[in-house]
């Protein structure tokens, strides 16, 4: 009895193949499907079709047909839900041979091996699902439209003009029916109606079904009671389940992403290809081992998803000049390594080798490096030799007489800056003398610092080796010599510096004021011993008397000068002088710790005292740091600690000049 209703609350489109689903036929819960097949046949074996087909499979897909059972299933196995489903519709012969009952397993196989496709509904077969999920074609009209939906309660997908006929809303369908049918009875389907609005719809044919059947019952009957309890239950399971339909819909956009993906990367692999036969391949290979996704994201080659000889045109210039650039790159980074491996050994073969210099003044590494006979072994060994210690042998033996070579080259162009030197604007004599230099009133300046610069620090003052901006981007030997130990060969970027003429002057009165000859007292004569000055200018009653080393009382003179103003030199007293001492031993701690120009004793590395300290610790594990860790450096400022001091006014003497004729007293202050 149930049954019978059913089957008569359907469109009763009993004559459709029951295999491709049905149509509109939607209530319909058991899909007469049979069980799955117990052991594979040959296409051949199987129903008369199967061996000649009716249909007109053409080409390659008519072989097909032809083939053992077992390819066919192989093949099929291999393929995703639409495409058996489409694989149905070539042919007669193949749709009969694939909605046989007894092949169901290659629909339930195809399905299974789909991750992405949904369970399947319990109401619907595979291929009637398949149906509803890809087809394009409205199941009343069959017309294949753009603007047909899938209407999942009635499980159909209708086209937009048969949807104005077969479905309406709720008060259109229940025109000229006169039984009461309350909306949780009917079927509905949200679909896309005018305005691209979502509504509600229902069918006319199914309200009339329904009409028909209520109107056959007894008013309060128990049987209408138990239809109507029935077809509630019936309706909001079949309403149920949507989520079948979006997870499949769901699905079919992802599905197309991968292919877009799948597009794309066939077509990145073509286009490296191409790059690869060009002579690119271990530029490319370079560019991965350092970012692996660059290229699959680089502007011209992520978006392709088909590579034509005009996108290739259109690309090539762009990718070929990237690899250029990467091969100039990747040339430029070998060269680097190359060189800095050499330069590396230099230094230490140089350090294990003891040198006497003058002064103690030895060239910078990029002076080094840049001498002729240095640079030939460094720059011109092939690359595929390996530099060894016995490269450098004879070089080292000699590197004394090299740095010396070296210092008396610089000092020439020092000597060249003298004023009233004799040969100045000539070449300067092999024999020149030097002592001119060395002298205390000689002074440089470049121009980027203010500091008065002495001879020999200006051999190592660090303005003059300093890697310029923009030396990044050069690419010769030099460049990368220089870049990989930090610094430029002395006066490289050829800053001007010249003698400083105020630091003369200034130097050539505190000199005398010291009592010593400046024609002829040299930096070295200057520096030992307790020479100590008083500014009497600068005496001042509350801080008290300005005291100065000889190289502070050097910069005090200049900035009298500056100010316009008579400094006034006295020399102090023994005792004056242990005042100092003891004052400059005070303030010294803090000064220090606020200074740079310091070094670390074990390694290149500057800073402030309080850095180096930290170095020491961190990066040579010293503990307990010593005198014997750090030093000042050559090239620290002349405005380093320890500075001037002060220190305390006599107290007045007082001389009684009273006698007896003279009633009053009269003071006379002496205080220097
Ligand atoms: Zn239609
Ligand atoms: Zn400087
Ligand atoms: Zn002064
Ligand atoms: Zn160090």
């Known amino acids: ?68 059972y077992d390819v066919l299933c192989e093949i099929t196995s291999q393929l995703r839900p639409e495409d058996l489903l489409a694989l149905s519709r070539t042919s007669r012969g193949f749709r009969e041979i694939l909605l046989l009952k007894s092949n169901r397993f290659l ?3 195809t399905f299974r091996d789909d991750p992405l496709f949904p369970h399947l509904p319990s109401d619907l077969n595979e291929p009637q699902f398949a149906c509803l999920v890809f087809s394009n074609h409205c199941y009343y009209c069959l017309k294949v439209t753009p603007d047909n939906q899938v209407m999942w309660a009635f499980r159909t997908r209708c086209c937009g003009s048969c949807l104005r006929t077969q479905f309406g809303p709720f008060n259109d369908v229940l025109r000229g029916v006169r039984s009461t049918i309350t909306s949780d009875i009917l079927l509905s389907s949200s679909v896309l109606g005018p305005k691209k609005k979502l509504v509600s719809v229902y069918k006319h044919s199914e309200a009339r079904d329904i009409d028909i059947l209520l109107k056959s019952f007894k008013p309060d009957s128990p049987t209408l009671a138990e239809f109507l309890q029935n077809r509630r239950k019936q309706v909001s399971q ?35 290809k191409r790059l690869r036969d060009l002579g690119y391949a271990e530029e490319l290979a370079y560019i991965r081992e350092s970012d692996c996704s660059f290229l699959d994201n680089y502007p011209s080659i992520s978006s392709r998803t088909e590579l034509t000889d005009r996108v290739w045109n259109n690309i090539q210039r762009t990718l070929v000049d990237l690899l250029e650039d990467t091969r100039a790159k990747r040339r430029r980074k070998q060269r680097k390594t190359l ?26 590494p990029a002076d080094i490096c840049a001498m002729p006979q240095i640079r030939q072994i460094l720059v011109d060994t092939p690359v595929d030799v390996v530099v060894t210690a016995e490269h450098f042998q004879e070089t080292i033996q000699g590197i004394e007489q090299l740095f ?78 220089f870049l990989n130990v930090g610094s430029v060969p002395w006066n490289y970027n050829q800053l001007p510096f010249e003698y400083r003429q105020d630091a003369e002057s200034a130097a050539k009165k505190v000199v005398t004021a010291f009592g010593f000859d400046f024609r002829t007292t040299t930096h070295a004569d200057m520096r030992p011993g307790n020479r100590w000055m008083e500014c009497r200018a600068c005496r001042n009653p509350k801080e008290g008397r300005m005291v100065f080393r000889w190289e502070k009382a050097i910069l005090h003179e200049i900035f009298h000068d500056v100010q316009g103003r ?3 030199w006295i020399p102090l007293s023994d005792e004056d002088i242990e005042a100092a001492k003891r004052q400059e031993l005070k303030g010294f701690p803090k000064h220090r710790d606020e200074s740079t ?13 309080v850095e180096i300290r930290a170095h020491s610790r961190w990066g040579h594990a010293i503990q307990e740091f010593k005198e014997a860790d750090y030093f000042r450096h050559p090239d620290a400022s002349m405005d380093h600690p320890p500075f001037f001091v002060h220190i305390p006014v006599p107290p007045p003497v007082t001389i009684d000049l009273t006698d007896d004729e003279a009633p009053e007293h009269e003071i006379i202050n002496i205080d220097d």
């Not at 060189?339 to 910078?364: C, F, M, S, V, Y």
């Open 1 to 68: 009895m149930r049954m019978a209703k059913r089957k008569r609350i359907t469109n009763g489109d009993e004559s459709a193949p029951e295999t491709e689903g049905a149509g509109p036929s939607t209530v319909n819960a058991e899909a007469p499907i049979q069980s799955l097949p117990k052991k594979r046949r040959t296409v051949a074996q199987g129903k008369k079709p199967a061996s000649k087909p009716k249909g007109k499979a053409k080409g390659k897909l008519s072989k097909m047909l032809e083939m053992p």
């Open 107 to 109: 629909w339930t196989t």
């Open 238 to 272: 079949l309403l149920a389940g949507n989520y079948y339909i979006t997870a499949a819909l769901e699905r079919k956009i992802q599905l197309a992403k991968m292919d877009k993906e799948k597009e794309r990367a066939k077509c990145k692999e073509q286009i490296y």
């Open 339 to 364: 060189l800095k491996a050499r330069q590396r050994l230099l230094g230490e073969l140089i350090k294990d080798h003891p040198t006497n210099t003058p002064a103690g003044i030895k060239p910078g």
């Open 404 to 481: 010396a070579q070296w210092i008396t080259n610089k000092s020439r162009e020092l000597l060249k800056l003298l004023p009233n030197q004799p040969g100045a604007e000539d070449e300067v004599q092999d024999d020149a003398d030097f002592s001119r230099l060395e002298l205390a009133t000689t002074y440089f300046t470049c121009t980027r610092c203010v500091d008065p610069l002495s001879y020999p620090r200006i051999l190592l003052h660090n303005c003059l080796t300093e890697l310029p901006h923009g030396f990044r981007n050069r690419e010769d030997d030099d460049a990368i010599m």
């Open 566 to 568: 008579k400094s006034h």
């Open 597 to 609: 120009g310091y070094c670390c004793a074990h390694c290149d590395e500057r800073g402030s005292f």
